[in-house]
């Protein structure tokens, strides 16, 4: 019963919007976005062509060697005969710019191609910034993609439980002439630019990574003919089917690929995947959620025996979005054959379909015509019919977040439901965009459907938006009550446009075959199924599926015993780990590794210490772990190695300090990051604020923001960062007790609680929805935050940016940018070091201390860290980009020049801060202090509730210290412990009183 009446509410819901279209704004209004916000958003691309409405496309081609530059900032080389080219070619740098001049005959539309060569560097993909006479036409302009070339550099590796591991994925460079084209994929023909007659001048912007140039085309782009002229053509030239041809190529056998990310993957649990095993891991298949980003592809070869007319078939799946449509574009041998497959569609299924190119209306599948021998067959992701409505969705969402802020400059973010604030008489031009873009919604939930053919999850979002928007153009009165709905709604519109990008699609096999071939079945049986299910039932009483298997561990097993490893994080990064050792540091060093996944490390391994079963070497401790361990005699001391001085020159001292403990080192850090400040460009330039630079700047700009409705998103463990920035640490030398009782220290927490007492900043929040919707134009993050937000966030492309932490005036006018401390899970509490994720150590119970420290060594080095990064991104993504704390692999991750200056110079006022006996204690005592200040609001004084706290802090120290034996004043300790206490601390300056 309920059932039907969700299911009759949906239909009155969609039947009054259905009627309701156009009813409120059939044209767009006389407002503007200009007239509800003062900055101007670069011009798109639509916009740019609307600049030159009767411009002719001249039929002309002009080549420009790329070697006849004009102007460039670069050190450039040119090369005769590089890599088989026959050209003079130029070789460009990761930074700077080239300029060509040249002339154009007759004015008008032109596409341009570059003909370029991928050079050794980063292994990422290569952008550039295209300027045309002068100026970027358009904002995409900025990021233009240029792929490389990706494929196995091997065969498969079979582990010693039977299970398949892929080869490392290397580059496989080769010449490329593509079209300067949209690299979001909104656009499926090559952007086109506008040249004057005469002199005219293009100028490639390196934005990442070094390349290769032969030469610019400028052209004339001309669509794929239909399959019906093709055909005809085919008749004409006496061009006949091929018989008794049947080729089956596997999918995990494609040649090239455009990303490492596409590298062969397994499917086990459909007994019809070829090879298939029920409980041994066959590398079966490619592609999946990995290959679902426009513009990437695969590329198989296939040998052919004679000329003549094929059909294409792939057994593929699309089982990641229920209700979506996900969309290649086939190549054959470089060229798109005709229009029909320009964008074939692979329908959501659960199951594995035979997918028979042809025609979907007749049933008839498309003749394919291949010459005798090797043929090239690349699959593309394309949007394909859903490409208008996602450009338009993202364009139109960039105005529903101005429309939102607009209102909350004027309501306040959480307004009060009592009040009739009259929007309709203080912003009239608000309100008439919110009924125009209630229709344009609509007209894009109306499109999505009749491109896609269905409803579903995939057309909810823009529904419920379009809806709302009704709601609120209908009843301006309530547009308060709405307003929480309406920001959940543009969340959810921009987690929809994320999604719908992603065209998802794993492919089993590809099948050339004769027209007279019949298709193989491509769902399992059920009979197939049961003995599946059954077999694979039974394995698991005597698999272990925890244990990593060996690939060379047998032959070296021999010769030594191997250490046990334990990793404390999810099992991809265990398998990407196992692999990097068994083709890495095993074969090198003749140490073999016994490797376990461990879910629950903390726990287990002090269990295991005190049981005497403890591993070798422990990967994935948390922060306050080594210490801990360490103390009590658990973790052996690394610095006790010869060459440890050396290692730690690829880390900041930073990374390591939490870890410390007098000249014990207990473990060393994998990964260190830190925060850095993000801002909105466009807010903060229609409000007329320059990015802050001190803290003064932010207690400045705060009355303007809030003014209008925002606010500053900051956590309460900045308080951390201003003892810091002011030349005060929170422990005295060896953690003795705090330094929580000094002026300096209490006037910074009578701040802090004022800055939330008096000015009301949250402090709980979701910052990426805060800085999205413009309600926080100003972040203090983790920099991992940029990474999520250029995935999430795709409206805001080019209107953010991030730069130094503000810092505090010193008393000879420089500013301290130091940064101590990265939000936690918990917003109250403090993590005190500029550290996120796990630390490794070697446990004092290892059987070969020698043996776990080349291990270590090897897993902390610049190759390892970078191998390791590469590859966890591939797998996760790039909001999962890897934070290594090794400097050299920092510098060969896919960071822009730009960002990554920034960042090194942010990473260089990073301090650590010692985790000590007892220092638990100090980050639950500043909960209760900032708490009962702040939220509990007793009526004492910030001095006085720091005071109180403070003394329960320092008798927690002294009991800690006691029961290790320590010493429990300042006066006791040895000198030598308080000079390497200072010399840990690169901003902070020794001092001899207290």
Do not use: C
């Not at 060569?117 to 952008?127: A, H, K, N």
């Not at 990437?296 to 059909?311: A, K, M, N, S, T």
């Not at 009739?420 to 912003?427: H, M, P, Q, V």
């Not at 060093?589 to 376990?596: A, L, N, R, S």
């Amino acid at each position: 019963m309920k059932k039907r009446l969700a299911a009759l509410l949906i239909i009155i819901t969609i039947s009054w919007l259905a009627l309701s279209a156009g009813i409120y704004a059939e044209s767009e209004p006389e407002y503007t976005l200009g007239d509800i916000t003062a900055y101007v958003r670069e011009r798109g691309y639509l916009d740019y062509l609307e600049q030159y409405p009767d411009a002719v496309r001249p039929d002309a081609e002009i080549i420009i060697p790329a070697s006849d530059y004009s102007a460039s900032d670069m050190q450039l080389e040119i090369i005769s005969d590089f890599a088989g080219s026959d050209q003079e070619v130029l070789m460009t740098e990761e930074t700077g710019y080239v300029e060509w001049t040249f002339e154009v005959e007759q004015a008008g539309l032109y596409n341009l191609a570059i003909k370029y060569y991928p050079l050794e560097g980063r292994g990422v993909d290569i952008e550039r910034e295209l300027w045309i006479n002068g100026e970027r036409p358009f904002d995409n302009a900025q990021y233009l993609k240029f792929y490389r070339v990706w494929g196995d550099e091997g065969d498969f590796i079979v582990d010693s439980l039977g299970n398949e591991i892929r080869s490392k994925q290397i580059e496989k460079p080769e010449w490329i002439y593509a079209d300067v084209k949209d690299p979001l994929g909104y656009f499926q023909e090559p952007y086109s630019f506008y040249l004057n007659q005469g002199i005219n001048t293009i100028r490639l912007v390196s934005r990442m990574e070094p390349v290769a140039l032969a030469e610019l085309k400028l052209y004339q782009y001309v669509s794929p003919p239909s399959y019906a002229e093709v055909y005809a053509a085919y008749e004409s030239q006496g061009i006949r089917p091929t018989a008794n041809v049947f080729i089956k190529k596997q999918g995990e056998e494609s040649t090239v690929r455009s990303s490492p990310t596409l590298f062969p993957i397994s499917d086990h649990g459909d007994p019809s995947v070829e090879p298939y095993h029920h409980a041994e891991i066959r590398l079966n298949t490619i592609g999946g959620y990995r290959w679902a980003q426009p513009g990437q592809w695969i590329r198989w070869e296939v040998d052919v025996p004679e000329d003549g007319l094929y059909i294409l078939a792939f057994k593929a799946k699309q089982d990641q979005k229920a209700g979506a449509v996900s969309t290649r574009r086939l190549y054959i041998n470089g060229k798109v054959p005709f229009a029909e497959v320009s964008a074939v569609p692979f329908y959501y299924s659960t199951y594995y379909q035979m997918n028979v190119l042809g025609d979907p209306d007749t049933g008839q599948p498309y003749y394919f015509y291949l010459p005798k021998g090797k043929n090239e067959i690349t699959l593309e992701v394309v949007l394909g019919d859903v490409a208008d409505v996602l450009r338009g969705t993202e364009e139109h969402l960039y105005e529903l977040n101005t429309i939102y802020r607009r209102i909350i400059m004027i309501t306040g973010g959480n307004p009060d439901p009592m009040r009739t604030y009259e929007l309709d008489k203080r912003i009239p031009e608000v309100i008439s965009r919110i009924g125009y873009q209630a229709d344009i919604y609509q007209d894009l939930v109306d499109q999505l459907i009749a491109e896609t053919g269905m409803e579903g999850e995939h057309t909810q979002a823009l529904t419920q938006v379009a809806f709302l928007l009704r709601r609120m153009y209908s009843d301006t009165d309530r547009i308060t009550r709405m307003l929480s709905e309406f920001r959940d709604s543009l969340g959810s519109i921009g987690n929809w446009i994320y999604q719908t990008r992603e065209q998802p699609l794993q492919i089993d096999y590809l099948i050339v075959a004769s027209p007279d071939q019949t298709m193989p079945r491509a769902e399992p049986t059920w009979w197939q199924s049961l003995v599946h299910e059954i077999k694979a039932i039974a394995a698991s009483f005597y698999r272990e599926y925890d244990l990593m298997g060996n690939i060379s561990g047998d032959d070296i097993a021999e010769e030594r015993e191997p250490i046990t490893v334990w990793i404390g994080s999810g099992r991809d990064q265990a398998q990407i780990l196992k692999q990097l050792i068994d083709n890495e540091f095993s074969p090198k060093t003749g140490i073999p590794v016994k490797m376990q996944l461990v879910p629950d490390l903390t726990q287990l391994l002090l269990r295991a210490a005190i049981a005497g079963t403890a591993p070798d070497v422990a990967i994935g401790m948390q922060l306050q772990d080594p210490v801990n361990f360490g103390m009590r005699g658990a973790l052996y001391n690394l610095a006790n190695f010869a060459d440890f001085d050396e290692v730690m020159q690829d880390f900041m001292v930073s990374s390591y300090v939490p870890f410390t403990f007098r000249d014990n080192v207990f473990a060393l850090a994998a990964q260190q990051s830190f925060p850095v400040m993000f801002y909105r460009k466009d807010i903060l330039a229609e409000l007329g604020i320059d990015i802050p630079k001190t803290w003064d700047d932010v207690y400045r700009i705060l009355p303007i923001l809030q003014k209008n409705g925002m606010s500053i998103g900051i956590r309460p463990s900045i308080y951390y960062t201003w003892l810091y920035q002011r030349g005060e640490l929170v422990y005295k030398p060896d953690g003795v007790e705090t330094n929580l009782d000094s002026e300096t220290a209490i006037q910074a927490f009578a701040e802090l609680t004022d800055l939330w007492s008096l000015h009301s900043l949250l402090i709980e929040f979701n910052t990426e929805n805060r800085f999205r919707f413009g309600e926080m134009p100003i972040v203090i993050e983790d920099y991992g935050f940029y990474n999520r937000l250029a995935v999430f966030a795709p409206e805001l492309r080019g209107e953010w940016g991030f730069d130094l932490v503000p810092g505090t005036v010193q008393p000879d006018g420089t500013v301290n940018h130091t940064v101590v401390g990265i939000t936690t899970a918990n917003p109250m509490s403090v993590s005190l070091a500029g550290i996120q994720g796990p630390a490794t150590g070697i446990l004092q119970t290892a059987s070969d201390h020698d043996a776990a420290w080349e291990f270590v060594k090897w897993w902390i080095s610049a190759d390892t860290q970078l191998q390791f990064g590469r590859e966890l991104e591939n797998l996760m993504g790039t909001a999962a980009r890897y934070p290594t704390a090794n400097l050299e692999a920092f510098l060969q991750l896919p960071w822009t020049s730009e960002q990554r200056e920034k960042l090194l110079e942010q990473w260089h006022w990073v301090e650590g801060s010692l985790e000590v006996p007892g220092g638990y204690y100090m980050n639950r005592m500043f909960d209760w202090a900032f708490r009962a200040v702040v939220v509990d609001d007793d009526f004492t004084s910030a001095r006085e509730t720091l005071t109180k706290y403070n003394m329960d802090i320092n008798y927690e120290l002294r009991l800690k210290r006691d029961e290790f034996g320590l010493e429990l004043t300042l006066d006791e300790i040895p000198q030598e412990y308080i000079d390497l206490f200072w010399s840990r601390f690169t901003h902070i300056q020794p001092r001899d009183q207290y």
